[in-house]
């Protein structure tokens, strides 16, 4: 057993399901890749299960008795370009696994698109969204018997909620990224622009800052129709959103784990590459079977130790952090929130790409994508590149033939000349966030920052003052928006409308705090996950206007000018709010979620 499986998160708390013993072979000699499956298609004893898979397109008996179950799960729906094309994908799987001999059964979860629910209601259902996917990939796959399993991910809690299902059911299996858009263009600002940038505009426009640039072109446009014009070109197509936002994050990550096929993090939604990919696919997880490389040989510490390295080497999204805790915890890993400050400390950030820079995932995939940086990285001994992977060999011997970083590009920085010396993502404690929070400082805003509260009980209400312009500039302010918590929102909602539109209305004067989170797209000076959360009586709870706030990245504090007597008594005269959803899927959620510091998960009992 690896070292970092912890007693505590042992995978005998899953369900057990008989199987065929590794290495069994079939009458004429095969080796029996249909270890599970072969429980209800052999012999007679489950005679309903085979007269229903005959009419699921099983062509005959020998077909029915010898051919794995290979589940392929794409978390395909229509109205969100991260997610549109992937039945697309997940057709051209399943040929390719019925080719290689093998049943190929297409299946569906749900997602939700963050950047249409930002900053609405919408957005509280966003996160939970990571269990649901978790808990259909473990469902199906159980409950039908599936031998293996390929998923099809494509917007941010996509990848974490498959890898968490897979972790659980734990057979032989593998992720394609559906990939990412194209890089959108506005003419009337003449430059590149993406989801992020309609966001920022509404700050813009919400400040009567929004204009063309003076550039010598024209400049005649009002703020309405350069909005017009963001809104109808920033997403091109399918995919994605295109920066080092969570998808991109997550699923750099978890190629740098060894989960999916060389190159998938970085290959465009809509190349013929990620077709050739899918086809790919097929032949990786007959290795899988054969071999019987599962979820969890995979799923260890050193392979979380890569996740991290690229997460901060590339300036990955503050999600990151309760995604990677929580598909660790399923897989029985230890890790914690101190992993995540001990590699930032070491690694580098050396990635120009957005939010906080110029280039996209578009653009690094021209100059060789996520593999050649994966090379770089392994031949200065930050990146572990003896892991095993899905192919059935390292992750060194997968990139082995990928093309070294061109000499003249500029989108990664060289290791001896990085953007900032250490990694982006900061561990804050203090006496505003005794149990963690999480800061993202690129050190473009400085590492250091103090300022007077000004309290918000609910991201709506900073959107309102945000909206009517009420957010002065000149005083250092701290925003701090509570009971946005996994259990105080509930849901943990994404904050980017804030954040963005502090950033498009040049509100340098303002850092953003809250026990909620932010997404991949934000940046400035914000600090996320603040733990305990307000509605778990966390000091955040009792913050008041005027409390003097200081939020330090050089030494990983946050904290209030406020002593502890003064906070325990506030506390002692907090109540808890009631809580204003009782039922349906948020008020399970709220019921069953832990804290952020250890992962937002809903089965940590």
């Known amino acids: 057993m690896d070292p970092s499986k912890t ?5 005998d708390r899953y369900l057990k399901f008989p199987c065929l013993p590794e290495g069994t072979r079939h009458a004429d000699g095969s080796l029996a890749l249909n270890r ?11 005679p309903g299960a085979k007269a229903m898979l005959y009419a699921a397109g099983v062509p005959n008996n020998e077909v029915m008795s010898k051919s794995p179950h290979v589940g392929i799960a794409s978390v395909w729906w229509e109205g969100n370009p991260c997610n549109m094309h992937l039945m697309g994908l997940a057709k051209t799987v399943k040929k390719a696994v019925v ?5 190929g059964w297409q299946y569906n979860t749900i997602g939700v698109s963050d950047a249409i629910s930002m900053g609405s209601e919408g957005m509280r259902f966003s996160l939970q969204t990571r269990e649901i996917i978790a808990d259909s990939v473990e469902s199906v796959t159980c409950a039908q018997y599936h031998d293996a399993c390929i998923a099809i991910p ?12 897979m972790a ?39 400040y009567n800052t929004l204009r063309q640039p003076d550039d010598g072109g024209d400049t005649s446009k009002t703020k309405d129709e350069i909005m017009d014009d963001l809104e109808r070109h920033a997403c091109p197509g399918a995919g994605a959103c295109g920066g080092m936002f969570t998808a991109n994050t997550m699923a750099t990550a978890i190629e740098s784990m060894g989960l999916s096929l060389p190159g998938s993090s970085s290959t465009p939604a809509e190349s013929p590459t990620k077709m050739r990919e899918c086809v790919k696919a097929a032949d990786a997880i007959r290795v899988c079977l054969e071999k019987n490389i599962k979820p969890r040989d995979l799923l260890t510490k050193r392979s979380f130790e890569n996740a991290l390295v690229m997460t901060m080497a590339l300036g990955g999204s503050t999600n990151g952090v309760l995604h990677f805790l929580a598909m660790a915890r399923t897989a029985g890993v230890e890790l914690t929130l101190d992993d995540f400050q001990r590699v930032s400390n070491k690694i580098p950030f050396i990635a120009n790409l957005s939010p906080s820079g110029k280039y996209y995932m578009a653009d690094l995939y021209e100059i060789g994508g996520v593999p050649s940086v994966q090379k770089l990285l392994i031949a200065a001994g930050l990146l572990d590149g003896d892991i095993p992977t899905v192919t059935g060999k390292t992750l060194a011997q997968n990139v082995a033939s990928w093309p070294s970083l061109p000499q003249d590009q500029a989108i990664i920085r060289p290791l001896d000349n990085p953007i900032k010396s250490t990694g982006h993502l900061q561990i804050l404690r203090g006496n505003l966030a005794p149990g963690g929070a999480v800061a993202k ?46 259990k105080g929102g509930p849901g943990m909602p994404e904050q980017l409308k804030a954040s963005a539109a502090l950033m498009g209305a040049g509100l340098t004067n303002v850092a953003l705090i809250t026990d909620g989170r932010y997404s991949g797209a934000s940046h ?20 008041r206007d005027g409390d003097v706030i200081t939020i330090d990245a050089e030494n990983n504090t946050i904290s209030m000018d406020v002593t502890d007597e003064e906070i325990a008594r506030r506390l002692g005269e907090w109540r808890a709010p009631v809580p204003h959803v009782t039922r349906g899927v948020l008020a399970k959620y709220a019921r069953l979620v832990g804290d952020a510091s250890h992962g937002a998960m809903t089965d940590l009992f």
């Open 154 to 165: 494509g917007c941010d809690k996509n990848m974490p909620g498959v890898v968490m299902g």
């Open 441 to 486: 400082i690129t050190g473009k805003e400085g590492t250091r920052f103090t300022g007077r509260a000004r309290v918000f009980d609910k991201e709506v209400q900073l959107g309102g003052a945000l909206n009517r312009g009420e957010i002065p500039r000149g005083e250092n302010l701290v925003l701090v928006v509570r009971y946005e918590g996994p």
């Open 168 to 206: 659980r059911h734990n057979r032989p299996s593998l992720m394609i990224y559906g990939g990412s858009i194209q890089v959108g263009y506005s003419d009337l600002l003449r430059k590149p622009v993406n989801i992020s940038s309609c966001f920022e505009a509404a700050g813009s426009y919400a």
């Open 99 to 103: 080719e290689k001999d093998m049943l």
């Open 36 to 46: 599970f499956s072969s429980t209800i298609t052999s012999g007679h004893d489950f």
């Open 7 to 11: 007693d505590s998160f042992s995978e």
């Open 524 to 543: 400035g000076f914000i600090v996320g996950h603040i733990v305990p959360e307000a509605a778990a009586g966390g000091p955040i709870a009792v913050v």
